[in-house]
């Protein structure tokens, strides 16, 4: 099992509300990722980063945003849920800065029903 | 899909059978990566193999690459009901530096 964590593993919320999906790793990568999953489809990436203070968008657009103030932090947050955003949220990362696409180490997701 | 494909979709085989799952791609490539995920879990990295490389083994799996007709195919040997689960190939693009996923096989093995 890889060191990285997601919390809170459910959630249901109404519409409007905002929401803050938390990972955190303890393996000291630099590279971090967002993925978005619906059931028995294929990962989208929504947004990913390379270090500290650096966030890009992923393929698949996202009204949700990221930050990375900690090597080990990597929250996603969701100004105002919609039913939309019913989905599957993974979080992932992996260990070198740059280069070649090399293993990602998955948290165990967070499952999103917005009613 | 311009994500390429994965086929079958779905593969339901008895304990002790070999299970063969296959992936195309459209775009050049770093390496490509297999992983499998347990329902409502996260993804398990399971083997890579690099542009350069042709086949590959970890204990039952064998993947194979053929970067001239741009496939790969993953092989479970004696499969087991724990081998459940879906399978997903990423392809490491030397284009935009990012994994791209397929949409998965799911595998059910029948005890």
């Known amino acids: 099992e890889a060191d990285i964590y997601q919390t809170p593993r459910y959630l249901v919320i109404g519409t409007g509300k905002k929401i803050t999906l938390e990972c955190s790793q303890t393996?000291?990568?630099?590279?971090m990722y967002w993925y978005q999953q619906d059931p028995g489809m294929e990962l989208h990436l929504i947004h990913y980063?390379?270090?500290?203070?650096?966030?890009e968008k992923g393929d698949l657009s996202s009204e949700s945003t990221v930050s990375r103030i900690r090597t080990e932090h990597f929250p996603l947050t969701l100004e105002s849920a919609r039913p939309s955003h019913t989905s599957q949220y993974l979080c992932?990362?992996?260990?070198?800065?740059?280069?070649?696409?090399?293993?990602?180490?998955f948290g165990p997701g967070t499952r999103l029903l917005v009613l | 899909s311009q994500q390429g494909e994965e086929d079958p979709q779905a593969l339901s085989i008895q304990e002790g059978e070999n299970a063969t799952m296959n992936c195309s791609y459209k775009t050049s490539i770093n390496n490509l990566q297999w992983y499998r995920q347990n329902s409502g879990r996260g993804l398990v990295h399971l083997i890579l193999?690099?542009?350069?490389?042709r086949e590959k083994h970890s204990g039952r799996l064998r993947v194979t690459l053929d970067t001239s007709k741009k496939s790969s195919s993953l092989l479970i040997t004696a499969s087991r009901a724990a081998d459940t689960a879906s399978y997903f190939c990423a392809r490491g693009s030397s284009n935009t530096g990012k994994l791209i996923f397929g949409q998965g096989t799911t595998l059910q093995v029948k005890p």
């Open positions: 393996m000291g990568h630099d590279k």
């Open positions: 980063s390379y270090g500290v203070n650096s966030t």
């Open positions: 992932a990362s992996s260990e070198y800065p740059t280069g070649t696409q090399e293993t990602q180490y």
């Open positions: 193999i690099r542009s350069n490389e």
